[in-house]
């Protein structure tokens, strides 16, 4: 899962980077409404995490451009106030939520979960595909009851994979949602993480299929 903060304030910003990457996520940050409106032009998220106060572009400036491109990514809105003019301006341009600050950075962690989970379209933070089952609020993954071992970065990809279960999954959309600004990961790499997964969860009626030149497919093996 990869989200976008858009918060000016660099010691907020570097304690949710720290919490959320922590948690399991992919995380990218920019300090100013011009930079959050390119990066949601040019590059795909799971959720938003939105200041209001931002300088070159005001935050509901850069949710009404958002929203004005048709993206439907879930958008959190931190706001300094507790004006209810803005949080109405926000939800009505359609924000999904909103907190004001000062805020626990565990109760932000759960509206996170949720927003996500609501992105996907699903009440639950349980991903299951067969025997194989992920806790996206623990982070763990088990194969008929029994836990795995799995990396963080296989963790992550396996989340991906059950997200989009029984679908294609391209190595770019792989990387796309698992790598941040910065982060060099090939093809190639995505094919080592590819491997050692399928060495831990292949078992029994569950596999990771490769469609060649395509990408992978998380499937069902018919008894």
């Known amino acids: 899962m990869r989200i976008l903060i858009a918060e000016d304030d660099q010691v907020l910003a570097d304690g949710l980077l720290r919490s959320l990457r922590n948690g399991?996520?992919?995380?990218?940050?920019?300090?100013?409404?011009?930079?959050?409106?390119?990066?949601?032009?040019s590059h795909e998220f799971d959720l938003l995490?939105?200041?209001?106060?931002?300088?070159?572009?005001?935050?509901?400036?850069?949710?009404?451009?958002?929203?004005?491109?048709?993206a439907s990514v879930p958008v959190l809105i931190l706001t300094a106030g507790d004006s209810v003019e803005q949080r109405v301006k926000g939800l009505d341009l359609g924000a999904d939520d909103y907190m004001a600050k000062p805020f626990s950075l565990q109760e932000l962690e759960a509206r996170v979960r949720a927003?996500?989970?609501?992105?996907l379209g699903t009440a639950s933070h349980?991903?299951?595909?067969?025997?194989?089952t992920f806790d996206t609020t623990g982070r763990v993954a088990y194969f008929n009851d029994q836990m795995i071992d799995l990396s963080a970065r296989e963790l992550s990809l396996l989340e991906v994979l059950l997200q989009r279960s029984g679908r294609l999954v391209s190595k770019d959309q792989l990387v796309e949602r698992?790598?941040?600004?910065?982060?060099?990961?090939?093809?190639?790499?995505?094919?080592?993480?590819?491997?050692?997964?399928r060495k831990k969860i292949e078992h029994g009626p569950v596999r990771i299929a490769t469609v060649r030149g395509l990408g992978y497919c998380l499937e069902k093996i018919a008894s």
């Open 178 to 197: 698992l790598c941040e600004w910065g982060e060099e990961v090939s093809n190639n790499a995505i094919e080592v993480y590819i491997h050692r997964l």
């Open 115 to 119: 927003l996500t989970r609501r992105g």
């Open 126 to 132: 349980i991903l299951k595909h067969g025997p194989l």
């Open 24 to 41: 399991g996520y992919a995380v990218d940050h920019v300090a100013s409404g011009s930079e959050a409106d390119a990066a949601l032009a």
């Open 49 to 70: 995490i939105l200041d209001l106060g931002l300088p070159k572009m005001h935050g509901l400036e850069v949710l009404r451009k958002l929203r004005g491109r048709g």
